[in-house]
């Protein structure tokens, strides 16, 4: 651990040097907070009227600093769909001044946009975007349930995993290269439903944001983006409830203070119930017993101790639970699969300048699969649980520096494909043992502002990993007791972004960023499941990594509120993993044996218009790119598409508010079908079935096209009353289109001939889907 001892002295270093600062500047600083809850706002902006490039913006928790030389400044503090509030303030000496923004009259009008209406322009990132919950909600939704994960597939550089699914590719890159986080937490299986429904109930949101280019050096171990979901703290003013019932599915949050101004606390659970309803019948059936549902629990309680303590705990219990009982062949099936997260937080505010969080973190991912007939039972498991430690500092020596270092470091335990059955007296199963890891990180980043025209964002990230015992090596049998080092990897992961400011509306970027990666999922689906796989890098499987270099073109027009951008990709990736050709998963055998290590490449051009203000507002998004794959051991190193490659992709969101009472919004989506392997030909040899493939991913489906619409309702109401109820129908795929989900084939032989035949078939199985739910407020 030498180098993050080093890393960490050369930090401490720079900070002493950054900290020696005229003795005539004075420091403003405090938090940002909705005047209505007391929530804290995420990216609000403040800055000197006369000077707006002597400004700042608040961290993840609410909190900003300035720092400014000593005399009479009036201070803008602002926040998208918020009223502007100046201040003008003497500063001779150190100050705390908090500030809570009302909300301005024209929320309504806003759609997914930064903080700030320039903020595209302005900010040093590539391929950053903040959604706030309320702007998803303005989306068609399925069967009434927001969900985040689908709204970010309308953004351009991200693609779906497959029909009605949450899971998600971004630029290229595999759905294992996304870190989601939920409140710091990494959530390793984001499907409800085999992915149909994401585990991310918007009602216990506060805001998403999604980071597809410039990552910063605070996040790491993925290739591809940063999912950042974060979870409402709780009105601390006043008890408020809201909830939504559905055709399948119902929600309900509560939330309010436990000691005003200083303590609050939100608990949101959500729950479907399509099978529950249909259970009279079901148990008067051959099919009594059979269920399936899942569950989602949010909660969160904070209290401030002093002005400059605060602790946060929050958590997030998740389950699917699939039941099949078949009386009349005495078959049944169980598959209960789940996380569960837990966050503990403490932010100390040092002085006015330097903000730190400690955050002490679990996350536990298991799926089961069990089943018999007769005397034959068996069960399946696998998952993966983390221990994960961070520390993270703030530093903000003047307006021209914004500084974030940190620590981190996790413990990994991986549980493989372990199989245990029965049949009659004979017992079976495999012998596979749980693998562990450990994970550690230190990180420097620095954004500078040189002048008005130019901003520079520079950071390093060390990482390494190391698996530890217990384990026995496949190479030489050695065995490791716990916590001793089978093998260790580590790396160096410089950032940088530069932003140049073209015009007061216009402005050009460029970043590059180098990222490793530790942990890895093996899937032989297109789409996240429950029966994926994590497992870690070991002596076998090295760690991925990557390159991306990005280049944008951000215009705004109408005073911001018409929006355009063109960014540019490419992306370098080693080490990438794949199935080699003869595999099948016979769960008898370690999956890493069957793994086959190649090369990467992915490119391509996204364009965004975006309208932000009027009855009318919404974007175009459109992607053109490639994501390809090489492996020596695969087709002789052929570079092939991967199953996510969608040369074109088409997103249009259209919000309209006709009125008060009425507003309607529609999304059409169009893309590239998906590659996959052909069957040539098939063959029998004597009475065996001998299949030939074509080139791996040379043929693709049809290609896939969707219009959803909604319409929202919402009546009039006394303005004394603290209730509001409101009605929301929508109608996913209108024209029902049969997008094909996945073919299989269908192989005909004939014993007596000698002559076998296969055919292709599309299935479909997301047809016109109308919803109507029900949504309610009280407060």
């Not at 001779?92 to 903080?115: H, K, R």
């Not at 590719?169 to 439903?193: K, S, W």
């Not at 529609?666 to 590659?675: L, S």
Request: with cysteine.
């Amino acid at each position: 651990m030498n180098t993050l001892r080093d890393t960490l002295s050369i930090i401490c270093i720079f900070l002493l040097m950054a900290s020696a600062l005229p003795a005539q500047n004075a420091t403003i600083s405090g938090y940002v907070r909705d005047a209505n809850s007391g929530e804290t706002l995420i990216g609000a902006n403040v800055y000197n009227q006369a000077d707006p490039g002597q400004g700042t913006s608040t961290n993840a928790y609410g909190f900003y600093s300035l720092t400014l030389p000593a005399g009479e400044y009036t201070l803008v503090f602002s926040y998208l769909g918020y009223q502007d509030q100046h201040q003008t303030i003497q500063l001779l000496d150190n100050q705390t001044v908090n500030i809570n923004l009302s909300e301005g009259v024209a929320m309504d009008e806003v759609v997914v946009v930064a903080e700030q209406r320039d903020r595209n322009v302005t900010s040093t990132e590539l391929g950053k975007i903040d959604l706030p919950i309320e702007n998803i909600k303005l989306l068609p939704a399925v069967f009434g349930e927001v969900d985040i994960l689908k709204a970010l597939q309308l953004l351009p550089g991200v693609m779906s995993s497959g029909e009605g699914s949450s899971g998600f590719y971004v630029r290229g890159g595999g759905a294992d290269q996304n870190l989601i986080l939920l409140d710091e937490a990494p959530v390793y299986n984001t499907g409800h439903l085999l992915g149909f429904f994401s585990v991310f109930n918007a009602d216990a949101i506060k805001n998403t944001t999604l980071i597809k280019g410039d990552m910063p050096a605070q996040y790491g171990g993925r290739l591809s983006s940063v999912v950042d979901v974060q979870m409402k703290e709780g009105n601390n003013q006043q008890y408020a409830v809201d909830g939504g019932i559905g055709l399948i599915a119902s929600r309900l949050t509560v939330q309010g203070p436990v000691i005003k101004d200083r303590s609050s606390f939100m608990v949101s659970a959500r729950r479907t119930y399509a099978l529950d309803l249909a259970q009279p019948f079901i148990r008067r059936s051959n099919f009594a017993g059979t269920n399936y549902y899942f569950y989602d629990l949010n909660t969160k309680l904070n209290y401030q101790f002093s002005q400059k303590d605060r602790v946060y705990l929050s958590g997030y219990f998740g389950r699917d639970v699939f039941a099949f009982n078949s009386n009349q062949s005495d078959f049944s099936l169980r598959m209960p699969y789940g996380n569960a997260t837990a966050t503990l937080r403490w932010n100390h505010l040092f002085n006015d300048r330097l903000f730190m969080n400690t955050s002490v973190i679990y996350n536990d991912y298991d799926f089961s699969f069990s089943g018999g007939q007769d005397l034959f039972k068996f069960k399946l498991f696998s998952g993966v649980r983390d221990w994960n430690t961070k520390l993270d500092f703030d530093y903000y020596p003047n307006y021209r520096h914004s500084i974030r270092f940190g620590i981190n470091a996790i413990r990994h335990r991986f549980v493989p494909n372990v199989v245990q059955g029965t049949s009659g007296d004979v017992t079976f199963g495999s012998d596979f043992t749980d693998k562990f890891g450990v994970e550690s990180a230190a990180y420097f980043q620095d954004e500078i502002k040189l002048g008005s025209a130019f901003n520079v964002q520079l950071g390093m990230r060390y990482s390494r990993f190391s698996q530890v015992g217990p384990y026995t090596s496949k190479f030489n049998g050695e065995q490791y007791g716990s916590w001793n080092s089978v093998v260790t990897y580590d790396g160096w992961e410089p950032r940088a972004a530069l932003r140049w400011q073209l015009l007061p509306s216009a402005s050009l970027k460029a970043a590059i960023t180098f990222t490793n990666q530790y942990i890895h999922l093996v899937s032989n689906s297109a789409s996240t499941l429950p029966t994926d796989v994590w497992v870690p890098s070991t002596e076998v499987v090295k760690p991925q990594q990557g390159i991306q270099y990005a280049l944008g073109v951000f215009k705004n027009w109408k005073d911001n509120t018409l929006e355009t951008s063109v960014e540019v990709y490419y992306r370098d990736l080693a080490n990438q993993i794949d199935y080699r050709d003869s595999y099948v998963n016979n769960l008898s055998n370690d999956v890493e044996d069957d793994f086959v290590f190649g090369v990467g490449r992915a490119y391509g051009a996204e364009f965004f218009l975006r309208k932000s203000k009027g009855d009318l507002n919404g974007w175009i998004g459109y992607t053109i790119s490639r994501s390809e794959r090489s492996f020596s051991e695969i087709e002789g190193g052929r570079w092939y598409p991967t199953t996510f490659d969608r040369t074109h992709d088409v997103s249009v969101v259209a919000n309209y508010q006709l009125n008060d009472r009425w507003s309607f919004g529609g999304v059409v989506v169009y893309g590239t079908g998906r590659a996959y392997t052909p069957i040539d030909g098939v063959y029998l040899i004597g009475q065996d079935l001998v299949t030939e493939y074509g080139p791996r991913n040379s043929s693709r489906l049809e290609p896939y096209h969707r219009l959803d619409i909604s319409a929202t309702y919402v009546p009039a109401r006394s303005a004394e009353k603290r209730f509001r109820g409101s009605w929301t129908f929508s109608v996913y795929n209108v024209y029902n289109h049969r997008n094909p989900y996945f073919t299989y084939t269908d192989i005909d032989t004939n014993l007596a001939t000698g002559e076998a035949q296969a055919k292709a078939y599309k299935v479909s199985i997301f047809p016109i889907i109308p919803s109507v739910t029900w949504n309610f407020k009280w407060k």
